[in-house]
């Protein structure tokens, strides 16, 4: 049997550091709508929002989210769920990404 790396929280998080909200410059981890990553062996189950719920960008960020994951060895199963409770505030934008946006 092949040695398989563990995937790790840390490893997704910082994956996800390379998806951006195409309307906004900083990655989704640093805007603060990464809400939750379980990884159990070899399945990640991500929990995010968006800035706003109407946002039509949301599936596609989700979909770009869900190929870097792919990305990853170790990982066979991904799922990538919308969420919007509680509902994203400014916030919720980590101090890097205020850095990012100017807003420090």
């Known amino acids: 049997m092949a040695d398989t790396k563990t995937v790790t929280k840390e490893d997704v998080l910082e994956a996800l550091r390379d998806v951006y909200d195409p309307e906004i410059p900083v990655n989704i981890v640093d805007l603060g709508l990464v809400y939750d990553v379980e990884v159990q062996e070899a399945d990640v189950e991500v929990q995010m ?29 991904i799922n990538v769920d919308l969420v919007f409770d509680p509902p994203w505030t400014p916030d919720m934008i980590t101090d890097e990404g205020k850095k990012l946006l100017g807003l420090d």
């Open 49 to 77: 929002t968006l800035t706003f719920a109407g946002c039509g960008m949301g599936p596609y960020i989700a979909q770009q989210a869900e190929w870097r994951l792919a990305e990853l060895e170790g990982i066979e199963d």
